[in-house]
């Protein structure tokens, strides 16, 4: 699968949480990461980040499709890390 | 076609940039917009983004899929707004 994530995360916690998704995914811009992942990685991510966060506090967002090729990407302004097309 | 935009913008320019994607779309938590857009919505969504940004520094992007239900979503945490699934 495809993954786009998101994260609205805690300053305290922040730094640690895009050490881990750095390991598994590329970083587009603050916040957000991109990249294809198996169920296993995922798995084995998702249990990373759930022992990092306060889930009373924190918000992850993994969005996915099946392959890259089913998620448009469109970008304004500059790119801060050079993956998708500009427009 | 079902859209999340995530966006990386200057401090002086992101509370503009936030009221103008409200208008258009729901929020999802800091920096991050879900919602279906008619390509006329996209155009003037596109349009009115581009005067306030400033390209060489602000990143916008736009992911898409034909319709929501191809894009699938999960929660880690809390919700910010409910508009999706916890896990």
Same mark, same amino acid.
């Not at 990407?73 to 993956?83: A, D, F, M, R, Y």
């Given at each position: 699968?495809?993954?786009?994530?998101?994260?609205?995360?805690?300053?305290?916690?922040?730094?640690?949480?895009?050490?881990?998704?750095?390991?598994?995914?590329?970083? *587009?811009?603050?916040?957000?990461?991109? +990249?294809?992942?198996?169920?296993?990685?995922?798995?084995?991510?998702? +249990?990373? *980040? $759930?022992? *990092? *966060?306060?889930?009373?506090?924190?918000?992850?967002?993994?969005?996915?499709?099946?392959?890259? $090729?089913?998620?448009?990407?469109?970008?304004? +302004?500059?790119?801060?890390?050079?993956? +998708?097309?500009?427009?």
């Amino acid at each position: 699968m495809y993954y786009v994530v998101v994260y609205d995360v805690n300053v305290d916690r922040v730094n640690e949480v895009k050490k881990v998704f750095r390991e598994y995914m590329d970083w *587009i811009q603050n916040s957000v990461f991109e +990249g294809q992942l198996t169920r296993s990685e995922k798995e084995k991510l998702e +249990g990373r *980040i $759930k022992e *990092i *966060i306060d889930t009373s506090e924190d918000m992850v967002v993994f969005y996915s499709t099946r392959a890259e $090729k089913y998620l448009d990407k469109e970008v304004l +302004g500059v790119e801060k890390s050079p993956t +998708g097309t500009v427009i």
